[in-house]
């Protein structure tokens, strides 16, 4: 008797502590170091992958999360642009507060970001990851706070939007599977002590 193969998983590691995610400004394409703290986070992640046998590492090519990989013990982790953070356009380097004196109530699951990217694009390339990571099987990706939880909407059926119902600090690891042929959210937020 063959073995079933096994649901596939999606597992998530937000990139470690930079500057601008310490102050709450927005970071799309500006290429960051980690801090001190984000480079002992991203260490720290390293003992709970480690035991897991992943099918497909990818990463964002974004130093953040790159240098998160690399500390994780994914060195190799192969890189792929559509894990890169939301495009935010005008607002790169502006925080939610700075951008609502000018848009009141503004926020990038609910408005547009001029010169960035829409929803529906963030969606798209995110639905391409999803998509790869049911084929593959176990999957580990290193990204970014907003895509990374627009990323868990596509997986569960959700529209881009509802990724702000997925609170996801800097250098934690979540992981997205099934139940009975259900999408779901298994683990949230992890991080070491």
């Known amino acids: 008797m063959t073995e079933a193969p096994a649901a596939p998983e999606l597992w998530l590691a937000r ?26 986070q991203s260490e720290k992640l ?31 982790a192969e890189e792929d642009g559509d894990l890169v953070e939301w495009g935010y356009g005008d607002y790169e380097g502006l925080t939610t507060e700075t951008i609502r004196e000018t848009v009141p109530g503004w926020s990038v699951w609910t408005h547009p970001s001029p010169g960035g990217e829409s929803a529906e694009q963030v969606g798209t390339r995110l639905d391409r990851v999803v998509a790869r990571a049911r084929r593959e099987g ?8 907003h895509s990374l939880r627009a990323l868990t909407a596509r997986w569960l059926g959700l529209g881009v939007e509802h990724g702000r119902l997925f609170l996801l600090d800097t250098g934690t690891y979540s992981v997205l599977g099934e139940d009975r042929g259900t999408p ?3 683990r949230w937020n992890v991080e070491s002590r």
């Open 15 to 40: 990139h470690g502590e930079t500057a601008w995610s310490k102050s709450g400004q927005h970071t799309s394409f500006t290429d960051l170091a980690l801090t001190d703290v984000g480079e002992q």
């Open 46 to 76: 390293r003992p709970l992958l480690a035991e897991v046998s992943f099918d497909l590492v990818l990463t964002s090519p974004r130093l953040r999360a790159r240098r998160t990989a690399e500390l994780a013990g994914f060195a190799h």
């Open 138 to 145: 176990r999957t580990l990706v290193f990204g970014h706070g």
């Open 184 to 186: 779901v959210v298994t």
